[in-house]
């Protein structure tokens, strides 16, 4: 069984900061991409980072320059952090990732039970 439990949510002003993280547990062999998604009330999940194992990265338009994504691959770790946080950016945050469980699998997607991040004066 794999697990991913995220942490770093809250409520924070504009403008502020905040970081999440997210590690992986369980039955792992390796781990390939790791990232963040958002849905917000009435919206759809929608992609915000992703780092490959390699290191390579993509980000939403809406994000870049404000969010950084990063992993510590030794604890299959996945961190967001988020500057200059907006209205918009409310919305709770679930982490997720390309798992392969033994040797003789193929990689699933698994995903984290989601963080609320409210951004709000």
């Known amino acids: 069984q794999v697990q991913l439990v995220e942490s770093g949510g809250g409520l924070v002003q504009p403008g502020g900061s905040l970081r999440l993280s997210c590690a992986a547990s369980g039955s792992i062999f390796s781990v390939n991409a790791m990232g963040w998604y958002r849905q917000a009330p009435g919206k759809q999940r929608e992609l915000v980072a992703t780092?490959?194992?390699?290191?390579?990265?993509n980000y939403a338009d809406s994000v870049k320059g404000r969010f950084t994504i990063a992993r510590d691959n030794a604890k299959n770790t996945v961190y967001l952090h988020m500057n200059s946080l907006e209205p918009e950016d409310t919305a709770v945050y679930y982490c997720?990732?390309?798992?392969?469980?033994?040797?003789?699998?193929?990689?699933?997607?698994?995903w984290g039970q989601g963080t609320q991040v409210t951004v709000s004066s």
């Open positions: 997720n990732a390309n798992i392969r469980r033994t040797a003789y699998t193929s990689y699933n997607n698994y």
């Open positions: 780092m490959a194992n390699g290191g390579n990265t």
